[in-house]
């Protein structure tokens, strides 16, 4: 049982699951706004399912391919994938577990979600091969969790309304911005490395102002999705608060780079949780 429990907790470590925090609420968010409250306990339980299986699948591609690359990260030299807590092997039947789960999963929503899940899976497990020949790579993590509000939808109404799009663009710069700033400590490793990213090529502080360019964008998307989605004044409160959150957060890394995690990890966790519980009153 020792040894179970240690495994579990590895792979846990690997695929950082308390993360999820991320894309959950904005697959809820599309599910609420799609359902205009309450859409069942059925599709509460697949939402979940289809979330995590889909974030495992992904962050464990990620770690399976990267484990090169990560054995010459200080920073990432610690993790279950290069110390040989998890082998290889274990890494892909884990992949395939989570695939195969997925596809599950998205048969029992509707046929539209069973048809789209495995092009959801290429473009998710995408992500570790771009930033080998392309700086947009930080687009790519976004878009794929930008396609979380997207599947949300569907689970509910078998259709991809134009409000959902306009929040999956939200979500993708909200993420790929964010991204930018977490990237900004990995830049010296991605110069020696020859890794394409926005921070090796352009610097940190250009990278610092684009990532503002794309929170700029989020709001406005955000804006945009609130106003097609007919939402009331709670709508326009939680892209009120998500934009002093996403200031906040570039105060805190402009102030001081050693507090890239607290602005990636707490800030814009709780980012998520208030704009769900706002969008949920907005809809009750």
Not at 24 to 41: C, Y
Not at 58 to 72: E, F, Q, S
Not at 74 to 91: E, F, K, L
Request: aromatic share 14%; hydrophobic share 55%; no cysteine.
């Amino acid at each position: 049982m020792e040894k179970i429990n240690k495994l579990l907790n590895n792979f846990s470590e690997l695929v950082m699951f308390k993360h999820s925090i991320f894309s959950l609420p904005f697959i809820f968010i599309a599910m609420v706004v799609g359902a205009k409250g309450w859409f069942g306990f059925k599709l509460l339980i697949l939402g979940v399912l289809a979330a995590l299986t889909a974030r495992n699948f992904a962050m464990a591609v990620n770690r399976y391919l990267d484990r090169d690359i990560d054995a010459l990260n200080p920073r990432t030299v610690n993790r279950p994938n290069v110390d040989g807590r998890i082998s290889p092997s274990q890494m892909l039947t884990f992949i395939i577990a989570n695939a195969i789960g997925f596809v599950i999963v998205a048969y029992f929503v509707n046929d539209l979600a069973f048809k789209i899940s495995i092009p959801i899976l290429i473009v998710i497990g995408s992500y570790s091969y771009f930033k080998r020949f392309s700086f947009l790579a930080h687009l790519i993590l976004g878009i794929s969790l930008g396609l979380a509000p997207i599947a949300g939808v569907v689970a509910v109404t078998e259709t991809i309304p134009l409000w959902t799009v306009l929040l999956s663009i939200g979500v993708m710069f909200w993420v790929a911005g964010f991204d930018l700033l977490y990237s900004l400590q990995d830049i010296d490793v991605d110069k020696k490395l020859g890794l394409h990213s926005i921070p090796s090529k352009f610097g940190a502080k250009n990278t610092m102002n684009i990532s503002k360019v794309f929170h700029l964008l989020t709001v406005i998307f955000w804006l945009l999705f609130v106003i097609k989605s007919d939402s009331s004044i709670f709508g326009y409160i939680a892209v009120a608060v998500s934009a002093m959150m996403l200031s906040y957060e570039h105060y805190l890394v402009n102030k001081d780079f050693k507090k890239i995690d607290r602005a990636f990890f707490t800030v814009n966790g709780y980012l998520g949780i208030v704009f769900f519980i706002l969008i949920v009153i907005d809809n009750i």
